[in-house]
């Protein structure tokens, strides 16, 4: 992930607008717009101002990373199997339209879904603002879990867009859907600070340049 990208995601994470960020640290609005989208590079003094602010590294801002797994190689075999299982997971509950279950909080929706030491749970509040947790187990012991919240902002936004790009999620992004899909006028995309074993991310929904749809998630591994 790029710095451009990464200043996207910690300012959003932060509940930040391109212009709050730009007056806590001083600078333009118009700055932190070329910094977002790569036209220009903020010097050092306003490196390590970001850093601060957002409680990360000079080193971790600056330095170009992937977003794929960085396991451990005795964890290897267990990451695979499961970001294996979580995509499997995904296409078959809520964004696979299937497997719901019963609810087991006031007024939330639930899907399940259990293939051999695995079990996904999927639990969510809300419509058009929403709420949720979903969480892997192995053994009956918990492995994984995310948080996410997000929103409508459109009567142009499509469930059915966001499902379908929920499905298409793969190994290099396991969490949401992919960096980047399309369909007809649709279009979503996806960014992420981190790993598997601690991230936090943005996706959005955009409909003809539109912003239609909104969504943070974070988690990792639980131990």
Request: net charge negative; with cysteine.
């Amino acid at each position: 992930m790029t710095f451009c990208n990464k200043l996207q995601v910690l300012r959003k994470n932060k509940g930040l607008t391109q212009e709050e960020l730009a007056e806590k640290l001083n600078v333009s609005r118009a700055a932190v717009a070329k910094w977002e989208s790569g036209q220009s590079y903020p010097d050092i003094s306003n490196l390590i101002q970001i850093s601060d602010l957002m409680n990360v590294t000079v080193d971790y801002l600056v330095r170009e990373q992937s977003c794929e797994i960085a396991a451990a190689k005795n964890e290897t075999t267990e990451t695979d199997e499961l970001i294996e299982f979580r995509l499997e997971a995904n296409k078959n509950t809520y964004a696979g339209f299937s497997n719901e279950v019963d609810s087991t909080r006031l007024d939330s929706h639930d899907f399940r879904y259990a293939k051999g030491d695995f079990v996904y749970h999927d639990t969510y509040v809300g419509g058009e603002q929403f709420g949720g947790q979903e969480a892997v187990w192995k053994n009956a012991k918990a492995l994984y879990a995310m948080n996410y919240f997000g929103r409508v902002l459109s009567q142009n936004f499509s469930g059915n867009f966001l499902k379908e790009a929920l499905r298409a999620a793969d190994k290099k992004l396991p969490y949401r859907g992919p960096e980047f899909y399309k369909a007809g006028d649709y279009i979503y995309k996806t960014t992420v600070s981190g790993d598997l074993n601690w991230f936090q991310g943005y996706e959005e929904i955009f409909y003809n340049e539109e912003k239609v749809y909104e969504c943070f998630y974070h988690g990792g591994l639980v131990r």
